[in-house]
């Protein structure tokens, strides 16, 4: 099945791998990456506006999308962070759809379904993606969350927040 699907949360989420044989290994290669330091300028956040499942492979391939494009830049040059995890378990219930497949299948005995992938349930407002850059980096890291959120599969804002206090004048 297609990753749209999976969309629409529906019923609770499963999230019991101890009871699964066949387990999907999770996409996500790291969490983190660049450089953590305490003094850039900006943070970015790529925020979800409706509620939603978003499937592990979006997430690794928005995380991507927005690391190379920010790495151009320097590996040293920005901090990014995924900030949800897919832990809920996705099933299908696979039929067969041949001639003949009538005396191969069970229909919805016993229909709880493989195991497919892994997705992550946020609600809006949840960030799900986030940068650290320098100014200098500002323009980079936009259309660096540009390009990542037309991975994710659904509406999302990106919110540019100063990390550094304004300085004020002296008397």
């Known amino acids: 099945?297609?990753?749209?699907?999976?969309?629409?949360?529906?019923?609770?989420?499963?999230?019991?791998?101890?009871?699964?044989?066949?387990?999907?290994?999770?996409?996500?290669?790291?969490?983190?990456?660049?450089?953590?330091?305490?003094?850039?300028?900006?943070?970015?956040?790529?925020?979800?506006t409706e509620k939603i499942q978003i499937r592990h492979n979006s997430l690794e391939a928005a995380r991507l999308a927005a690391n190379k494009r920010m790495a151009t830049a320097g590996d040293t040059s920005f901090?990014?962070?995924?900030?949800?995890?897919?832990?809920?378990?996705?099933?299908?219930?696979?039929?067969?759809?041949?001639?003949?497949?009538?005396?191969?299948?069970?229909?919805?005995?016993?229909?709880?379904?493989?195991s497919t992938g892994l997705a992550s349930r946020v609600h809006p407002g949840q960030v799900i993606f986030e940068a650290q850059v320098n100014s200098e980096d500002l323009d980079l890291a936009k259309a660096a969350f540009k390009v990542a959120a037309s991975k994710v599969g659904c509406p999302v804002v990106t919110r540019v927040t100063s990390l550094k206090n304004k300085v004020e004048p002296e008397h």
């Open 1 to 48: 099945m297609k990753g749209v699907n999976y969309r629409i949360p529906a019923g609770m989420p499963y999230v019991r791998r101890e009871y699964i044989a066949g387990k999907p290994q999770l996409k996500i290669a790291r969490f983190s990456s660049g450089k953590a330091k305490a003094d850039y300028d900006y943070k970015l956040e790529l925020i979800v």
């Open 79 to 114: 901090f990014s962070m995924l900030r949800v995890y897919p832990h809920v378990l996705l099933r299908e219930n696979k039929m067969i759809a041949t001639a003949g497949a009538d005396r191969l299948q069970e229909g919805m005995r016993r229909a709880f379904g493989k």
